[in-house]
């Protein structure tokens, strides 16, 4: 009884969501603001508009790469450098067979797992590529200011 009830609650709520989307289509203001097609929206802006988005979306993420870059590999460095240091003054000692062996062992998992992963790696370039080719001149905005971004 009470599944039944939650079932036709939740039918008349979707007839009312659809029902609201059919009436916002018709309305005059809202084919002004979203554009009659259902295509990508940057392609409602002009192309100026698109390169500068895409430019200045690029731009911010390639300085943050950048930025987060430096940050990690002087984080990483730094901790490879004191565990050097520890080793050379006896506060550590390393069993370099152990860690060999354990990259070994690292390889032919990562190996044996990268060929279960190909059929997903797909599906998702194939949906970069979609994505790309719908968004040519938002997407090489981006890239530009990407590399603008990586060099300042």
Same mark, same amino acid.
């Given at each position: ?19 609201? $989307? ?27 508009? &698109?390169?500068?988005?895409? =430019?200045?979306? =690029?731009?911010?993420? =390639? ?5 987060? =870059? +430096?940050?990690?590999? $002087? ?33 032919? &998992?990562? +190996? ?14 194939? +949906?970069? $590529? ?23």
């Amino acid at each position: 009884m009470l599944n039944r009830s939650l079932q036709n609650l939740e039918e008349e709520i979707y007839d009312k969501v659809v029902d609201l $989307t059919e009436y916002a289509k018709r309305q005059r203001w809202w084919n002004r603001v979203f554009g009659k097609n259902s295509g990508p929206i940057a392609a409602k802006y002009s192309v100026a508009t &698109q390169i500068a988005l895409g =430019g200045a979306s =690029g731009w911010c993420a =390639g300085y943050l790469c950048q930025k987060v =870059g +430096k940050v990690a590999a $002087t984080a990483v460095g730094g901790g490879l450098l004191l565990l050097q240091i520890a080793n050379n003054t006896g506060y550590i000692q390393v069993d370099w067979k152990r860690v060999e062996k354990d990259v070994d062992k690292a390889k032919r &998992q990562l +190996k044996k797992n990268t060929d279960k992963a190909v059929p997903e790696l797909n599906t998702f370039m194939e +949906k970069s $590529t979609d994505f790309v080719k719908k968004n040519i001149v938002v997407t090489s905005g981006f890239v530009g200011g990407f590399l603008l971004g990586l060099a300042s």
